[in-house]
């Protein structure tokens, strides 16, 4: 147990403060409703934690918000929807802006979502020549990333597939130590993170070994 509770506590460190993506939570802007509103609708990431590179996009009605572009693609191709509306965050001002008024730096020094080739944004075009000079990379307009992504969507999905995996199989770990049982299933890791927290599952499970757990639980 005491073995468990050290690695979260520092896995909690890693993914916390120490992170370029994140911001604190009364920083993150966050668009879109309901329960799981905290989580990437297709992933279950916590937002804040990977504010930095977070979308949204409008989908059957409502706004989605997502970790990553990776992440918007992925729901889009996957429901066989084009991307509506889609907005990143600046940057500069930490607020969502129009994706195609953006300039993104693709290929940085600092790290991706949801993919090894990161991809930040700015609303101004001399912010995201700075950045790109300070840590490499690319300055792109939205259309041709959204090409790069696009290209790339099913091998970068099937590399995520085989990480979640992983993290799954520790979650299982995590989860038979540290956590109630439940007979509870759930359509994604997201879902599955709003019971955790309602239902007090884990205690204060945080960062990475919360999401594993969730990820065990959504694949169970």
Do not use: W
Not at 93 to 121: C, E, R
Not at 161 to 168: E, F, L, S, T
């Amino acid at each position: 147990m005491k073995k468990i509770a050290l690695i979260i506590v520092g896995l909690s460190l890693f993914l916390g403060a120490g992170d370029f993506r994140a911001v604190p939570m009364e920083k993150a802007q966050i668009v879109q409703d309901g329960k799981a509103k905290m989580f990437c609708n297709v992933c279950g990431m916590t937002l804040p934690m990977f504010y930095k590179t977070n979308h949204a996009a409008e989908v059957d009605g409502k706004t989605h918000q997502y970790c990553s572009i990776h992440c918007m693609f992925e729901e889009a191709m996957t429901k066989g929807i084009k991307v509506k509306n889609p907005k990143v965050v600046d940057n500069d001002t930490l607020k969502f802006i129009p994706s195609p008024d953006a300039f993104y730096v693709v290929g940085s020094k600092q790290p991706g979502t949801m993919s090894t080739v990161s991809k930040y944004a700015f609303g101004k075009k001399a912010s995201a020549d700075a950045f790109a000079k300070k840590f490499g990379g690319k300055v792109m307009g939205y259309a041709e990333v959204s090409k790069i992504v696009q290209n790339g969507l099913v091998k970068e999905i099937a590399m995520i597939k085989k990480r979640q995996a992983k993290a799954a199989k520790m979650g299982e770990k995590i989860y038979k130590k540290m956590c109630k049982q439940t007979d509870e299933r759930f359509e994604n890791a997201a879902i599955a993170k709003v019971f955790i927290k309602e239902h007090k599952l884990c205690g204060k499970l945080k960062g990475k070994p919360f999401q594993q757990v969730a990820l065990y639980l959504a694949n169970k």
